[in-house]
């Protein structure tokens, strides 16, 4: 039997000619949280769908601890899954108090389960002292909390967040994406977040997959996806990225900042990435490439250089490092850069 608490198996889903997920392979663990990231209409919320049974599969099969819940001849609603759900807009009932709210999903089962349930759920999201109060009386982080409370109060085995913190501003969002990972986690259950936001996914998730065009770019975790990409789009996607074209051969990667030497056998053309804390400028000597712009970030400058051959690249440098649209610098890779070569045929990494 199965291990994993929901695997996907070459899950497809078409609405007419557009494939919206296209033969997804996915296994998540008991207690993991895996972050689903990806552009707007990569197929993200239709994986999340269909996992929840709110979709039927075209093809491929979905599993919930090792027991087939969607496949070609095989669908089981929604409300016999064991799955949670809390929805971007929270859905709250206006009409209904916080506890009348968290009560919702308890209707069926007997009144001592009921109430223990219901407690624990309070508690959990730490909302006992507003169990009386309405949605509309709640701050947006405690709206959050009682869609939480909610949909943990039936004992899922696996919660859905969809884009749960995008409608909150910047400030609230740090705060509450701190609160919902502490709750999720003491409540040991499994959770699978969906966002399109980078940040989000890099804090919530212990593993990361990155969905393009309804297919899996790359899983792993935060630090993988984002120092080790496999895919160009990967690279980009997940952090500020340029890419400077080059040249692959004889075991070493030939670019306009250097030579670097490679482990593996590949060759052709390719494209570099240099993310902007690889960058380094300097005064001395004779300048070659053309700061365009700086940015303010605080305690950072994020610079924006052109190299002699009229490629672009960023740099994140100290704000004591002050340099100025026009200045002549000289560009440089830090000591720690390693060269990450994506083919240019197929935006693969090459080895």
Not at 311 to 327: F, I, T
Request: net charge negative.
């Amino acid at each position: 039997m199965s291990t994993f608490a929901v695997r996907c198996t070459g899950l497809t889903k078409r609405y007419g000619d557009v494939v919206a997920v296209d033969g997804i392979e996915l296994g998540v663990q008991p207690g993991e949280t895996l972050s689903i990231v990806g552009p707007s209409g990569s197929g993200k919320t239709t994986t999340l769908r269909l996992i929840a049974g709110f979709e039927a599969v075209d093809e491929g099969e979905i599993s919930l601890r090792g027991t087939v819940v969607s496949g070609r001849k095989t669908h089981v609603p929604p409300e016999r899954r064991r799955v949670g759900i809390v929805f971007q807009e929270h859905a709250l009932f206006p009409h209904k108090t916080v506890g009348d709210n968290v009560a919702f999903g308890l209707h069926k089962i007997g009144s001592h389960e009921r109430a223990k349930r219901f407690k624990n759920a309070l508690e959990l999201v730490r909302l006992t002292h507003l169990e009386q109060r309405y949605p509309h009386e709640l701050s947006g982080g405690e709206q959050q909390r009682v869609a939480l409370a909610r949909a943990l109060a039936p004992n899922p085995e696996v919660m859905l967040l969809d884009e749960p913190f995008s409608n909150l501003d910047a400030d609230l969002r740090a705060r509450i994406r701190g609160e919902v990972k502490s709750i999720l986690a003491d409540a040991g259950v499994t959770v699978i977040f969906v966002t399109h936001d980078q940040d989000d996914a890099l804090f919530m998730g212990e593993r990361i997959a990155i969905i393009n065009e309804g297919r899996i770019e790359q899983t792993g975790t935060p630090e993988q996806v984002f120092h080790e990409p496999q895919t160009r789009f990967a690279a980009g996607f997940m952090g500020v990225a340029d890419f400077l074209p080059a040249e692959y051969a004889n075991g070493k990667v030939e670019m306009e900042l250097g030579a670097f030497p490679m482990s593996g056998e590949g060759s052709g053309p390719c494209e570099v990435m240099t993310r902007p804390d690889d960058i380094e400028l300097n005064r001395a000597g004779e300048g070659t490439a053309t700061v365009l712009s700086r940015t303010f970030q605080g305690i950072w400058d994020l610079y924006v250089v052109e190299l002699p051959s009229g490629a672009v690249v960023r740099a994140q440098r100290p704000h004591y490092e002050r340099y100025e649209p026009g200045d002549s610098v000289r560009v440089s890779v830090a000591p720690h850069y390693v060269a990450r070569c994506f083919a240019q045929a197929d935006g693969k990494l090459m080895p």
